[in-house]
T-cell receptor, first 112, second 115 residues
Framework: KQEVTQIPAALSVPEGENLVLNCSFTDSAIYNLQWFRQDPGKGLTSLLLIQSSQREQTSGRLNASLDKSSGRSTLYIAASQPGDSATYLCAVSDNQGGKLIFGQGTELSVKP | DTAVSQTPKYLVTQMGNDKSIKCEQNLGHDTMYWYKQDSKKFLKIMFSYNNKELIINETVPNRFSPKSPDKAHLNLHINSLELGDSAVYFC??????????????FGPGTRLTVL
């Protein structure tokens, strides 16, 4: 049974720092991995999707990497800003109906 | 030009009542999903539909019945509501499940409170 773990559960950094969020999964037979952000009381915003055949994806200040064999993904945020404060969720999918299995999230706070 | 929309945003009701949540997507996607986010903020799949056909039913009590009148809509009907049903319910959509690149897009959520 696939399990997804995110470490740390919470992170507080000063503005301008580069930071890394970690995601690990127990079954390497994934179809893709998706990173989301969730603002309090809001829905999920898709940030990046990495297909199982890819090693990384980049969007602006965000870079996500995937190491399927070791069951790990990282989300790198460069030059963090207060507007980056949110909960970041990692989710993996298999090819059986496309369901996403989520981690518990990392709550990020970027202090001005 | 909302991509995935849900109504209502908030739903407060008494135990034992029946309620429905509606979801619509205008992305032209073939697959739609319902997820539940519990009080600890953990998200879990409930159902998914491909072109109006149920493909995932993740051991959800049969008080929950999804209905897909067409591929742009997936509604969730809940009978005999219980306290434990209180949660935020998210609808999502993607290209056909099983395609290589099926990024999922989520609606804003419906916060259900059962009193």
């Amino acid at each position: 049974k696939q399990e997804v773990t995110q470490i740390p559960a919470a992170l507080s950094v000063p503005e301008g720092e580069n930071l890394v969020l970690n995601c690990s999964f127990t079954d390497s037979a994934i179809y893709n991995l998706q990173w989301f952000r969730q603002d309090p009381g809001k829905g999920l915003t898709s940030l990046l999707l990495i297909q199982s055949s890819q090693r990384e994806q980049t969007s602006g200040r965000l870079n996500a990497s995937l190491d399927k064999s070791s069951g790990r993904s990282t989300l790198y945020i460069a030059a963090s800003q207060p507007g980056d404060s949110a909960t970041y969720l990692c989710a993996v999918s298999d090819n059986q109906g496309g369901k996403l299995i989520f981690g518990q999230g990392t709550e990020l706070s970027v202090k001005p | 030009d909302t991509a995935v929309s849900q109504t209502p945003k908030y739903l407060v009701t008494q135990m034992g009542n029946d309620k429905s949540i509606k979801c619509e997507q205008n992305l032209g996607h073939d697959t739609m999903y319902w997820y539940k986010q519990d009080s600890k903020k953990f998200l879990k799949i409930m159902f998914s539909y491909n072109n109006k056909e149920l493909i995932i039913n993740e051991t959800v009590p049969n008080r929950f019945s999804p209905k897909s009148p067409d591929k742009a809509h997936l509604n969730l009907h809940i009978n005999s509501l219980e306290l434990g049903d209180s949660a935020v319910y998210f609808c999502a959509s993607s290209r056909l499940a099983g395609e290589a690149y099926n990024e999922q897009f989520f609606g804003p959520g419906t916060r259900l409170t059962v009193l």
